[in-house]
């Protein structure tokens, strides 16, 4: 067979595929794996078919295999996986699902929105998150309300991957979800709206009992870029968890927030020196001559990042 010649390395799909007809499970699972090796469209159909293999083993090998690969008739077979009835199958489809970038596979997905299984209905907000398809909306605002947090999760992520300004009030609602791990995603996905509600919302977060959602607000009021949010921000910087004081100063620099000058150059005698590092780098970011006399006391620190990142600093005041 010429070089140029495709799958050659994989040998024919329909010899291969033959390998599907056999008794032996662990045959038809390896027949699985040499049709995705192809890549090829014709290898397709035939895993399309596995997906319906009396073994879960197959099945399984089936639904991982098709991720790679697009069209409606695929979608339709990983819908199939979702409701198998072995549970790693049918999360290994939903996450085939969320790999398929095919924006024709919503109309095939958002009947499914409402389905009684939250698993498949989290796998299908999931799939619909990566589409970015405005019909999902609708959908996905109402899924809001659903009595499953992980459902709320991915229906969040749907909303906020939009990035429509009419829905920042929802996104706002969803932060003050009961579970942390909604709010942890709706603090996230309403940083795209540059304006003082969300903002606010943000600053609001910054006070939440979960330690990983006042990361998440601290910086996305860097994001969000809002320089009277710095106020709230410097609060944060007595923290008890150095993730959240870190956020708060990478915000702190990039709102350019001159009047918490003094509070970062308390951080730059931390005992972490990564902290170190970030309140220098904040000081550096919003270059106030002010911090000038507090970074030059500091340049023999004993880390050699927090000192190169000192003498950076110094550079950037001199040159405001």
Do not use: C
Not at 287 to 299: F, M, N, P, T
Request: aromatic share 4%; hydrophobic share 50%.
């Amino acid at each position: 067979m010429p070089a140029s010649e495709p799958f050659e390395s994989f040998g024919d799909v329909a010899e291969l595929a033959e390998g599907l007809a056999s008794p032996d499970a662990s045959v038809r699972r390896l027949a699985v794996i040499e049709l995705a090796e192809t890549a090829s469209f014709e290898a397709a159909g035939h895993l399309v078919s596995a997906v319906s293999d009396a073994a879960v083993e197959v099945r399984l090998q089936a639904v991982r295999a098709l991720a790679d690969f697009g069209g409606l008739e695929v979608v339709r077979a990983l819908l199939r996986g979702l409701l198998d009835p072995d549970r790693e199958v049918a999360s290994a489809a939903a996450d085939s699902l969320s790999d398929i970038r095919d924006p024709e596979a919503a109309e095939l997905l958002l009947p499914l929105a409402p389905h009684p299984s939250a698993m498949v209905r989290e796998a299908v907000f999931r799939a619909l998150k990566a589409l970015r398809v405005a019909a999902a909306l609708g959908p996905a605002v109402a899924a809001l309300a659903d009595d499953n947090a992980r459902v709320r999760v991915q229906a969040v992520g749907v909303i906020g991957y939009l990035k429509m300004i009419e829905t920042l009030p929802s996104l706002i609602g969803a932060a003050r979800d009961a579970d942390p791990s909604v709010r942890l995603a709706a603090v996230n996905a309403f940083s795209f709206a540059r304006n003082a509600a969300a903002a606010q919302a943000a600053s609001e977060a910054l006070a939440d009992s979960e330690w990983q959602v006042r990361a998440e607000a601290a910086e996305a009021i860097g994001r969000i870029g809002q320089h009277a949010s710095s106020s709230a921000v410097v609060g944060v910087l007595r923290d008890p968890y150095w993730q959240v004081r870190q956020k708060a100063l990478q915000s702190l620099g990039k709102l350019k927030a001159r009047d918490a000058v003094p509070d970062i150059v308390a951080v730059l005698d931390d005992e972490l020196a990564s902290l170190r590092k970030e309140a220098a780098a904040a000081l550096g970011d919003i270059a106030d001559v002010s911090a000038r006399e507090a970074l030059a006391a500091r340049a023999a620190d004993p880390d050699p990042d927090v000192r190169k990142t000192i003498v950076w600093a110094l550079g950037q005041i001199g040159a405001s």
